[in-house]
């Protein structure tokens, strides 16, 4: 943590200046694939450092996501392109590629943590946001890439800090929400293969996910359904979390077969396809922790 406050006050005045002045004092633009990563970037600047965008909607999955023209013209406005990376907008990275120029960079913020692999097939699991220290070990990176842009040091230094500690308090927080869940109830059954990170910050294990790869649009194996059905039922694992963003019929299907119960959990966007959600990040984190300890504790 120490480090990680001492890298959130370096100062690049130089750099800011000559960019500031360059862009003639208007705030600079950043275009966040996420609504995930778009809060934290407003959070990252005091929501006033900065005018930050959304790319993907609210309750949609950047996974299955298709910019239009305009979402091109959008990209190639802004100052800064703030992606997840490591494949989760794999179906429009060369877009974001294509937005680069002398005028927009690009920060996949995703490849500056410890990242996991996969249990099927060893591939990158991308979803670290929800492990809240990862989240703060990308400040220093996205810290670097707002300077380039023209973001004020000094202001920016004291931001960066303060979200820092915000995230350390709120992976307290959710460290003692989950002391309520014992031990042996700690595994868990997903519609979709992404709560590693959770499951490896607060010691769970994940058994299996009904959509086991990176790709949600990928067709459930039934051998892999008939697997987690009998699973679910031997060891009397009583819950299946999903995803309101990624259909669910496989999982219900898990569900019944075992007499458990679906719990829907906000993974990939703060909204859900009908409107609502949680308005924050921080907010996404605890009504997941509070969802996972009523339903296991």
């Known amino acids: 943590m120490a480090i990680l406050l001492t890298l959130a006050t370096v100062v690049s005045a130089c750099s800011s200046a000559s960019v500031s002045a360059a862009r003639g004092g208007q705030r600079p633009v950043v275009v966040a694939t996420t609504s995930i990563w778009a809060d934290i970037v407003s959070g990252a600047t005091c929501n006033d450092l900065v005018d930050v965008e959304v790319l993907v909607p609210s309750g949609l999955s950047a996974h299955e996501f298709e910019p239009s023209l305009r979402d091109r013209a959008t990209l190639e406005d802004a100052d800064l392109i703030v992606a997840n990376g ?34 099927d097939d060893g591939g990158i699991d991308p979803h ?74 607060y010691r769970f294990e994940v058994v299996g996910s009904i959509l086991p790869s990176n790709l949600p649009l990928a067709q459930a194996q039934t051998s892999n359904i008939a697997a987690l059905m009998e699973t679910a039922r031997a060891e009397g694992i009583d819950t299946v ?29 703060l909204g859900t396809p009908d409107g609502g959600g949680t308005a924050t990040y921080f907010d996404m984190i605890r009504s997941n922790a509070r969802r996972i300890a009523d339903a296991l504790g």
Request: aromatic fraction near 4%; hydrophobic fraction near 45%.
């Open 86 to 119: 490591l494949g989760i907008e794999q179906g429009f990275d060369r877009t974001l590629d294509a937005s680069v120029s002398s005028s927009t960079s690009l920060l996949r913020i995703g490849e500056a943590v410890d990242a996991l692999l996969r249990s």
């Open 128 to 201: 670290v946001w929800l492990d809240p220290t990862r989240v703060a070990s990308t400040l220093p990176a996205l810290q670097e890439s707002l300077l380039s842009i023209g973001v004020p040091a000094a202001p920016l230094g004291g931001c960066i800090e303060s979200l820092a500690t915000a995230l350390m308090s709120l992976d307290s927080e959710v460290t003692s929400i989950m002391a309520t869940v014992p031990d042996i109830r700690r595994r868990l059954i997903t519609n979709h293969d992404a709560l590693a990170y959770f499951a490896d910050r």
């Open 241 to 269: 979390f999903t995803e309101p963003t990624i259909a669910s019929d496989d999982a219900a299907t898990v569900a019944r077969s075992a007499g458990a119960k679906l719990v829907p959990l906000l993974v990939e966007s």
